[in-house]
């Protein structure tokens, strides 16, 4: 009762639509929660239960604030107003959801321009952001009361993340080694199509940001 039940058939319609045959699609709700590796038993305190990356993936806001009462993300647009915003989306809800909502307020203030790749037109936007918005979530140390941000100037995108780096220095396809932060949430936005594998945002924003 914990979880937004609405949530699991549309995982499941999101795994469909990347892989028809996906393994997770003949489980039940606690059996997929299971295999994910989000029910967990820990035998040092003979304890077993639900954790943290299973309440911010599927978990109702009040569960979400009830763990983690200082979890939030920022998207604002600033072209006009630089010190507050001209628009803003204010995002409590659980990481699917969360992502949905950021995917959403992009695509509402950033153009989609026309890229062809072969004879085939491609959504540069979506390329792009769906692994910077991904990322965003993916990666940020849940632990830190600091909001993470996403913010849309005349000029440029900025996302703000609490976290704790792995390394130190510029990030470029060269000199980046992947590291999952949170493996489980990392894991799970795999299975769903939302992010290729380890490391593919650096190499697709990198790719698809000049054209863009």
């Known amino acids: 009762e914990d979880f937004n039940q609405d949530l699991f058939p549309k995982i499941r319609n999101l795994i469909s639509s990347n892989n028809n045959n996906h393994p997770w699609l003949n489980l039940t709700n606690e059996q997929m929660l299971k295999t994910a590796g989000l029910w967990r038993i820990d035998s040092q305190k003979n ?11 599927f978990g109702k806001v009040e569960v979400i604030q009830s763990i983690l009462p200082y979890y939030k993300i920022d998207a604002l647009l600033r072209r006009e107003d630089v010190d507050r915003y001209d628009d803003r989306e204010y995002i409590q809800v659980n990481l699917i959801e969360a992502y949905e909502k950021l995917m959403n307020f992009v695509a509402k203030h950033l153009p989609d321009k026309f890229h062809l790749i072969g004879d085939q037109r491609v959504s540069l936007r979506s390329k792009i952001f769906r692994e910077v918005t991904a990322n965003l979530l993916v990666h940020r140390e849940y ?3 600091e909001p993470a941000r996403l913010i849309i100037y005349n000029d440029r995108v900025e996302t703000y993340n609490p976290n704790n780096p792995h390394s ?4 470029s396809p060269d000199n980046f080694t992947p590291f999952s932060k949170n493996p489980l949430i990392a894991k799970f936005f795999i299975q769903l199509g939302l992010v290729d594998e380890l490391g593919s945002g650096v190499l697709n924003v990198t790719k698809y940001l000049k054209s863009y």
Do not use: H, R
Request: hydrophobic share 45%.
């Open 168 to 171: 130190k220095g510029t990030i």
């Open 47 to 57: 304890e077993e239960g639900y954790t943290l990356a299973s309440a911010l993936l």
């Open 143 to 145: 632990m830190n009361a």
